[in-house]
C-alpha cells in the first residue's frame, strides 16, 4: 500500500496540523506509457497554500479529502513506456506521497549535470528557475543595480542574492533573526537588514541610502511599502511572492505607492511557470554557476513522509533557511 | 503692475484659499533674448497639489512666499528675441499671474494645427500627452483590450476614453454623480460606473463581467483595489495620478494587491514630461484625431486671475469635467 497526505479541511488563515492527513491508498497496476515512481525528495512551497483556498488561480485548488500535490524527485521502479526504466530518477508533480503512478508524459528525467538530485527541486529546480528568471527577465536586474531582496534566506531568496553577486549587482537582503542574517551574509550579501529588529523602512533607508533599482518580492506587506519609499527613478520590482499576506485577512496598507508615479516605478507579477520555454536556458547557465561553485544550494532537510505537513507549516514561521525538503 | 498668484503658507491635508496670495509684482524690463507675456489662458492641475509640499519629487517645490507655476497660454506684447513677434501665441510655464516675462528658450510658440489656442493647454497638451502615452505606451493598450478608465470625466480621463473609443477598445469608465457619468457615455464610453452609488468593486465587476486588460489610474485608493481584484491575465496598469491619496494622510488598504502575482499584472507609473522627445508624433496624430472631431475638448472654464485658486480647489471637488482652465 502507497501512502499519501490528503486535505482533510480548507485552512482558515495560518494552516495547521489538523489540516492534513495520511491515509493508505491502493496504486492502480501500471499501464501502457505509465511508471510507477518511488519518490525520494518532497518539496513543500509557499505557493501551496493558496492551493488550499477554493478559490481559482493559476494552478486549480486542492479537494477537501483528495491527496495533495507537488513537486517531487523519484525512482522508477516499474516502467511500460519507451526511455524509462527502472532506476531512472525523475522529477514529478506527485509529491506529498511516498509512492505513485503516473502517465510518463508528465515526468521528466533528470538532466545530466553531475549533481545530487534534489537540487532538481531547489536551485535547479522551480525555486532556482523562479530566482533566476524574476531577476534577470522581470526585474531587468543588471550589473551595477543595487538589488533588494526579501526572505533572503529563504528558497528563492537565497538563490536570488548569489545569483545577484554573480552578476556584478550589489545585493541588500532582509531576513529574520540573527543566524538567518549570518547565513544572507555568507552568501555574499552586501547588506543584511534584520526584520525583527525593528521598521524595515528604518534599516533598508540605512542599508541603501542611495535607494534601491530593484526589489525581489517574496513578502509584500511592509517590506513592498520599504521598496516605494526607497526606489530609485525606474526601479523595477518583480513580484515573486507575499507571504506576509497568505494567512492574513487584513488588507495590506501602503503609505508609499504614490511613489510610483515620481519614481516611475515598475511592478510586475510573475509565475515561473510561464518560462517553461525557457528552461534550457536556465538549466545551461544556473547549472554553470551551481558547478562552478558560484552558486551554493541551501537546504533545510525534515526527514520522512509523516514530517510533510510540519516541514510545510515551518515555511511560514520561519523554519527553513534555503529550500525546504522532505527526504523518504 | 503685474499680478501673481504666491504660496502663502504650506497646505496640511486639503489646500484652502488660505495657503494663496494675490500681489502686485513689477517686472523687469525686457532683455535680449527675453519676451514679455500677457497670459490669455491659465492651467491648473492636480500635480500642482505635490508641488506645495515641501518634498523633493520630479519637480521642484514651490517656496512659501514665492510666486506659484503652471502652463500657460499668452500673447507676446514685447519681444527682443528673434522668431517672436507682439501677438504671437505662447505656451510657457509662467501661470498663475496676468503678465510675465520670460527668456524665449522657455517659451513654445503654438503649434500651427488651427485649433482653439486653449487646447494646447488641454487635450493637445500636457493633458492629452499623458492620456495618450499613458494609454498607448505605458499600458501598451491594442484594439480588443477592455479599458478601465477611472476619473473618466477629467481632464486626462475624458481624453483616454475617447482615444481608447478611437483605436477600437472596449471602455469602462468611472465618475462621480449622474451629470457626469452622463458625459462620460456621450464620450462614447461602453459603460460607466458612478463610484458614488456604491463600492466601486462592485460596480466594476457588473460592467466588467469578463475583467479589464487595461487600467488607466487617475485615483488610487479602492479604484486601484478594484482593478487589481478584476485584472485579466497579463493585465497592464498605467498609474498617472492617485488623487484620492494627495490629501489624505491614511495609508491606502489593499485587498487585492496579491492578485499582480496571479493574473501577472504589470503595474507602471509615468510622468508625461518624459514624452517630450514624442512630441511631434503626439501633434501630428493627436492633432489628427482632434481635428477630424474623433476627440472632442472637454473644458471646465473659470474667468479671472482671481479665480485661480478656487479653479484649482475644485480639481479636489470634482467641479471639472474635463481641463479645468482659467481665462484672462
Redesign the interface.
Request: glycine share 12%; proline share 5%; hydrophobic share 45%.
Given at each position: 500500500m502507497a501512502r499519501a497526505w490528503h486535505l482533510k479541511s480548507r485552512p482558515n488563515g495560518m494552516p495547521t496540523s489538523d489540516n492534513f492527513e495520511l491515509k493508505e491508498t491502493s496504486l492502480p497496476p501500471v499501464g501502457d506509457g505509465q511508471v510507477r515512481i518511488r519518490n525520494r525528495w518532497l518539496s513543500v512551497d509557499p505557493y501551496m497554500r493558496?492551493r488550499m483556498n477554493d478559490v481559482k488561480?493559476?494552478v486549480p485548488p486542492f479537494q477537501v479529502g483528495e491527496p495533495l500535490e507537488g513537486g517531487a524527485i523519484g525512482e522508477i521502479v516499474e516502467g511500460k513506456a519507451d526511455g524509462f526504466n527502472p532506476g531512472d530518477l525523475v522529477l514529478h508533480m506527485g509529491g506529498w506521497r511516498d509512492e505513485t503512478v503516473a502517465s510518463a508524459r508528465a515526468v521528466n528525467k533528470l538532466p545530466n549535470l553531475g549533481v545530487d538530485p534534489q537540487k532538481f527541486l531547489g536551485v535547479l529546480g522551480v525555486t532556482g528557475a523562479t530566482a533566476y528568471f524574476g531577476l534577470l527577465d522581470v526585474a531587468s536586474a543588471k550589473q551595477g543595480d543595487v538589488v533588494f531582496v526579501s526572505a533572503a534566506a529563504g528558497a528563492v531568496g537565497s538563490v536570488v542574492v548569489q545569483l545577484a553577486k554573480a552578476r556584478g549587482m550589489t545585493v541588500v537582503g532582509s531576513a529574520g533573526g540573527r543566524e538567518k542574517c549570518d547565513l544572507v551574509r555568507s552568501l555574499g550579501a552586501d547588506q543584511v537588514v534584520d526584520y525583527r529588529e525593528g521598521p524595515i523602512l528604518k534599516s533598508l533607508a540605512a542599508a541603501a541610502p542611495e535607494g534601491i533599482d530593484v526589489y525581489f518580492d517574496n513578502v509584500?506587506g511592509d517590506h513592498l511599502?520599504a521598496a516605494f519609499a526607497l526606489a530609485r527613478n525606474n526601479a523595477r520590482f518583480a513580484?515573486?511572492?507575499?507571504i506576509a499576506?497568505y494567512n492574513d485577512p487584513k488588507?495590506?496598507?501602503?503609505?508609499f505607492?504614490?511613489?510610483?508615479?515620481?519614481?516611475?516605478?515598475?511592478?510586475?507579477?510573475?509565475?515561473v511557470f510561464?518560462f517553461q520555454s525557457r528552461m534550457d536556458e536556465f538549466y545551461r547557465e544556473m547549472g554553470q554557476l551551481v558547478t562552478s561553485g558560484a552558486v551554493h544550494a541551501q537546504e533545510t532537510v525534515v526527514d520522512g513522509l509523516e514530517s510533510t505537513p510540519d516541514a510545510f507549516l515551518g515555511l511560514f514561521q520561519g523554519a527553513n533557511t534555503g529550500k525546504m525538503l522532505v527526504r523518504l
Amino acid at each position: 500500500m502507497a501512502r499519501a497526505w490528503h486535505l482533510k479541511s480548507r485552512p482558515n488563515g495560518m494552516p495547521t496540523s489538523d489540516n492534513f492527513e495520511l491515509k493508505e491508498t491502493s496504486l492502480p497496476p501500471v499501464g501502457d506509457g505509465q511508471v510507477r515512481i518511488r519518490n525520494r525528495w518532497l518539496s513543500v512551497d509557499p505557493y501551496m497554500r493558496g492551493r488550499m483556498n477554493d478559490v481559482k488561480s493559476y494552478v486549480p485548488p486542492f479537494q477537501v479529502g483528495e491527496p495533495l500535490e507537488g513537486g517531487a524527485i523519484g525512482e522508477i521502479v516499474e516502467g511500460k513506456a519507451d526511455g524509462f526504466n527502472p532506476g531512472d530518477l525523475v522529477l514529478h508533480m506527485g509529491g506529498w506521497r511516498d509512492e505513485t503512478v503516473a502517465s510518463a508524459r508528465a515526468v521528466n528525467k533528470l538532466p545530466n549535470l553531475g549533481v545530487d538530485p534534489q537540487k532538481f527541486l531547489g536551485v535547479l529546480g522551480v525555486t532556482g528557475a523562479t530566482a533566476y528568471f524574476g531577476l534577470l527577465d522581470v526585474a531587468s536586474a543588471k550589473q551595477g543595480d543595487v538589488v533588494f531582496v526579501s526572505a533572503a534566506a529563504g528558497a528563492v531568496g537565497s538563490v536570488v542574492v548569489q545569483l545577484a553577486k554573480a552578476r556584478g549587482m550589489t545585493v541588500v537582503g532582509s531576513a529574520g533573526g540573527r543566524e538567518k542574517c549570518d547565513l544572507v551574509r555568507s552568501l555574499g550579501a552586501d547588506q543584511v537588514v534584520d526584520y525583527r529588529e525593528g521598521p524595515i523602512l528604518k534599516s533598508l533607508a540605512a542599508a541603501a541610502p542611495e535607494g534601491i533599482d530593484v526589489y525581489f518580492d517574496n513578502v509584500g506587506g511592509d517590506h513592498l511599502d520599504a521598496a516605494f519609499a526607497l526606489a530609485r527613478n525606474n526601479a523595477r520590482f518583480a513580484i515573486c511572492g507575499m507571504i506576509a499576506g497568505y494567512n492574513d485577512p487584513k488588507p495590506a496598507e501602503f503609505r508609499f505607492i504614490m511613489r510610483v508615479i515620481a519614481a516611475r516605478i515598475r511592478l510586475q507579477g510573475f509565475i515561473v511557470f510561464d518560462f517553461q520555454s525557457r528552461m534550457d536556458e536556465f538549466y545551461r547557465e544556473m547549472g554553470q554557476l551551481v558547478t562552478s561553485g558560484a552558486v551554493h544550494a541551501q537546504e533545510t532537510v525534515v526527514d520522512g513522509l509523516e514530517s510533510t505537513p510540519d516541514a510545510f507549516l515551518g515555511l511560514f514561521q520561519g523554519a527553513n533557511t534555503g529550500k525546504m525538503l522532505v527526504r523518504l
